[in-house]
């Protein structure tokens, strides 16, 4: 099974940005789709976005429309997330997965937007 290993979060205040990171190890996923999820406290998890193999095709939950970019470098067996306009809503631990998932996810990385 491919390990993905998600950094690049923190805390920001409103209204500011994030670019998120998503490296894999362990199997080349340029073939893969991807995506990137998010779980808030006491909240089911939401899938944010998600990014064809070749990237030049995504899509985005509408709660993220507009302020988040889903890119990818093949090239460095890498996706990221960039966020703009970060709401308090947006704080969540975020994942970044192959599509289809796999059964087990890593730590991901925690993005905390609070002034």
């Known amino acids: 099974q491919v390990e993905l290993v998600e950094s690049g979060g923190g805390l920001v205040e409103p209204g500011g940005s994030l670019k998120l990171s998503c490296v894999a190890i362990g199997r080349d996923i340029s073939s893969a789709a991807m995506a990137w999820y998010r779980r808030g406290p006491g909240k089911e998890r939401e899938r944010v976005a998600r990014?064809?193999?070749?990237?030049?095709?995504?899509d985005y939950a509408d709660s993220v429309k507009g302020r988040f970019t889903f890119s990818r470098d093949n090239a460095k067996n890498s996706v990221y997330l960039q966020m703009d306009n970060l709401k308090p809503e947006d704080s969540a631990r975020y994942f970044c997965d192959t599509i289809p998932g796999r059964p087990t996810w890593g730590q991901g990385t925690q993005v905390t937007v609070s002034s």
């Open positions: 990014i064809n193999p070749s990237g030049d095709n995504t």
